[in-house]
């Protein structure tokens, strides 16, 4: 098992470093900054933005990872009273002592109870989660080669540590199997700018944009299923 090293990111939020692999769950400028940036910022809110008429965003998120981007995404739900389903997969969750030094219950103090925060983030596992009115939340427990999902997306977070740490997740291979599930004006975002990436989302017929990256970051990248 990797050692996993909690450390403080330049915006004063805590993530997780990978000691074996030299790779982090978030940029070193700022977790909570990254991900709200990449996630919400250039996904949800953009896609909500362009589709004004729509009662649900379905998000599928590839990697639960430390669970900041579902804290977001439920966070944004509420507050603009706007049903979110929020699929992941992961196959290695964090256990609950990371998930307390990590400290994110506390980020979002209005987003429900503690209680309720810390089950989204440490169970809840392989079942459907009722949050809130606003916020349903089904996280699976599996390899992300064996995720199947009755759903199809209207959003995907796709979140795999960098190629250097998990090469394969960033082949057409992988892509392809979220890819899938993206309906038709559907929008992958990710905070991945690599050409081969760009190269081939356009492959698997999807409209790739350069967007600026978050803080510490160049470029990201966007694309929408034609």
Same mark, same amino acid.
């Given at each position: ?28 400028? =700022? ?11 250039? =996904?949800?809110? $953009? ?15 590839? =990697? #639960? ?17 706007? +049903?979110? &389903? ?12 990371? $998930?307390?030094?990590?400290? &994110?219950?506390?980020?979002? +103090? ?20 009722? #949050?809130?009115? &606003?916020?349903?939340? #089904? ?74 990256? +978050? +803080? =510490? ?10």
């Amino acid at each position: 098992m990797t050692e996993k090293k909690l450390f403080k990111t330049a915006d004063g939020t805590f993530s997780l470093a990978l000691e074996n692999h030299k790779e982090t769950y978030h940029s070193r400028h =700022g977790a909570l900054q990254e991900s709200r940036y990449v996630y919400i910022e250039k =996904g949800l809110a $953009h896609w909500k933005e362009n589709n004004p008429k729509a009662i649900e965003c379905r998000v599928f998120e590839m =990697g #639960f990872g430390t669970g900041l981007n579902a804290l977001l995404a439920a966070d944004f739900a509420h507050q603009y009273t706007f +049903p979110v &389903y929020f699929e992941t997969v992961e196959n290695d969750p964090l256990i609950s002592e990371v $998930h307390g030094q990590l400290g &994110y219950t506390a980020l979002f +103090p209005l987003l429900g109870s503690e209680k309720d925060r810390r089950e989204l983030l440490q169970n809840a596992w392989d079942r459907e989660l009722q #949050f809130s009115t &606003y916020f349903n939340c #089904f996280k699976k427990q599996q390899d992300y080669y064996q995720w199947e999902s009755q759903s199809e997306f209207n959003l995907i977070f796709y979140d795999a540590f960098g190629a250097h740490a998990q090469s394969e997740m960033w082949e057409e291979e992988a892509l392809q199997i979220a890819v899938a599930k993206l309906k038709k004006g559907g929008v992958w975002v990710s905070y991945c700018a690599k050409g081969s990436v760009r190269r081939a989302l356009q492959s698997l017929g999807l409209e790739v944009e350069r967007l600026p990256g +978050p +803080p =510490g970051k160049r470029e990201m990248l966007r694309a929408t299923k034609l």
